[in-house]
């Protein structure tokens, strides 16, 4: 592949994915969303000679049109658009069938019609629900315990469809929890980090009790490439994992001891998801991804987080930290 569209450019995994894309010397086209303020998202936090090298296409994913104008005469297509938010999707769960399942299926057949040689398409380990199992390998049930979850199980197996149904090349790319610069404060890491900086004593959490497998964005974005550049990924289904997990409890002391060890923890009832929606414990498998590519974990959970700190800290403005992101 030489030209490549990155859809869902704008956001907190494709901008960082953007950023990697150019380093590794592609010619990078980004899909970001439409709107009136003519924003590009995180695009336009990049320096202006690395936004410069880069093809913006403005449209919305749930639009068959823009898509398909969008991907023609590129390679390939790492698909990252979604609506990702779980509490969210409590109330909002028709977007998230328009976004993630019909955005998907939008991006399957323009690649179908237009030869497309190669397209990734972005899962989530939320597909897995409460591990049955630890490491959670890529033949674990799917259990949609959300909306977001279920419509992300709905997006995997219509790619699947794709591939088997058409000999589309395609992979599913399974990111375990990613963090880091650029995440929005709708996740845990960002949302303890943003009422620290902010100087509150007290922090509001849901549960603290489930676990979580973190990859640090920059190996998160280093994954999708090495997926993306090896054949033998064609057809499968792969997890972007550390295979180490922490629960959200100790990641919040962790986090508090770093910036301020007065803080005290409290919970806040409406941070709670309902009992059968929470996903108690996330450990990924990643024997597969290192079977199959060269990908390595080059960050360590204590340096993404001083990373992703470091960063907030400048960036304080893009953050509400008073209220409860969902």
Known sequence: MKKVLVTGADGFIGSH???????????????????SFNTWG????????????????????????GVREAMKGVDGVFHLAALIAIPFSYHSPDSYVDT????????????????????????????YGTAQY????????????SPYSATKIGADRLAESFYRSFNLPISIVRPFNTFGPRQSARAVIPTIISQLLAGKEEI???????????????DTAAGFIAIAEADKTIGEEINIATQQEISIGELAK????QINP??????????????????NRLLGANAKIKQLTDWEQKYTFAEGIAET???????MDAYKADIYNI
């Open 204 to 218: 509001k959490l849901g549960s603290l009790t489930p676990t979580r497998d973190f990859n640090y964005v920059k």
């Open 309 to 315: 700190i470091a960063w907030m800290k400048e960036h």
């Open 134 to 145: 630890v490491p959670i390998d890529e033949k674990h049930p799917f259990q949609g315990q």
């Open 42 to 65: 995180w695009l336009d936090s990049l320096p202006k000679e690395k936004l410069d090298q880069i093809e913006v296409f403005t449209g919305d994913i749930r639009d068959p049109n």
């Open 100 to 127: 993630n399942i019909k955005g998907t299926l939008n991006v399957l057949q323009a690649a179908r019609d237009l030869g497309t040689e190669r397209i990734l398409v972005t899962s989530t380990s939320e597909v």
């Open 17 to 35: 994915l953007t950023e990697s894309l150019l380093e590794k010397g592609y010619d990078v086209k980004a899909f970001a969303y439409y709107n």
């Open 254 to 257: 962790e986090i508090i001891s």
């Open 262 to 279: 007065e803080a005290r923890i409290i919970c806040d009832e409406q941070r709670l998801r309902p009992e059968k929606s929470e996903v």
